[in-house]
T-cell receptor, first 112, second 115 residues
Framework: NAGVTQTPKFQVLKTGQSMTLQCAQD?????MSWYRQDPGMGLRLIHY???????DQGEVPNGYNVSRSTTEDFPLRLLSAAPSQTSVYFC???????????FGPGTRLTVL | AQSVTQLDSQVPVFEEAPVELRCNYS??????LFWYVQYPNQGLQLLLK????STLVESINGFEAEFNKSQTSFHLRKPSVHISDTAEYFC?????????????WGLGTSLAVNP
């Protein structure tokens, strides 16, 4: 199993550009989440999904969209990038009832 | 309100010394507790967890944590650390209220093991 994969690993955007961060898992996990990690602020939940076709907002959803058309994929879209979105983004998945989260390696995003 | 507090943002320690990373939670409902580790430039990975049963849980690399319900704590300990233990450690709590589950993360503790 590859586990949770994320692409790209690094990305530099200009203010106003849009992009999609990809996340995929091959463990048949129902739950998937997107977090951002900033110095001194720990992990903050952006969006999450409890299954294909179902998504919901976390604590910092503004400026981001998600969709979950398949169990495996959970892309995160930045609609119009802002410098405040400079961060490291992690995707995570878990099997319902097991509660352990499996994290991807992260995407380091810089918005100029 | 439910919360998770890691009491130390940074813990410097010398190699082979013991270490304790402190985590407290606040809750009126049942809780599962986790410690995750993040090595430099990597994602987080589960170190150990408490769901039920024995209040002392251990990891494969010598860490242990004890669930203390009366003190609402889940401190992480290791009797002798290695350079390779240098990492960020996150405490997390999954609060269980009927069908509602909420995962809350601490802000992390940076463990720096010096030679």
């Amino acid at each position: 199993n590859a586990g949770v994969t994320q692409t790209p690993k690094f990305q530099v955007l200009k203010t106003g550009q849009s992009m999609t961060l990809q996340c995929a898992q091959d463990m048949n996990h129902e739950y998937m989440s997107w977090y951002r990690q900033d110095p001194g602020m720990g992990l903050r939940l952006i969006h999450y999904s409890v299954g294909a076709g179902i998504t919901d907002q976390g604590e910092v959803p503004n400026g981001y969209n998600v969709s979950r058309s398949t169990t495996e994929d959970f892309p995160l879209r930045l609609l119009s990038a802002a410098p405040s979105q400079t961060s490291v983004y992690f995707c995570a998945s878990s099997y319902r009832g097991k509660d352990t989260q499996y994290f991807g390696p992260g995407t380091r995003l810089t918005v100029l | 309100a439910q919360s998770v507090t890691q009491l130390d943002s940074q813990v410097p320690v010398f190699e082979e010394a013991p270490v304790e990373l402190r985590c407290n939670y606040s809750s009126s409902v049942s809780v599962y507790l986790f410690w995750y580790v993040q090595y430099p430039n990597q994602g987080l990975q589960l170190l150990l967890k408490y769901l039920s049963g024995s209040t002392l849980v251990e990891s494969i690399n010598g860490f242990e944590a004890e669930f203390n319900k009366s003190q609402t704590s889940f401190h992480l300990r290791k009797p002798s650390v290695h350079i390779s233990d240098t990492a960020e450690y996150f405490c997390a709590a999954l609060f269980l209220a009927g069908n509602n589950r909420k995962l809350i993360w601490g802000l992390g503790t940076s463990l720096a093991v010096n030679p």
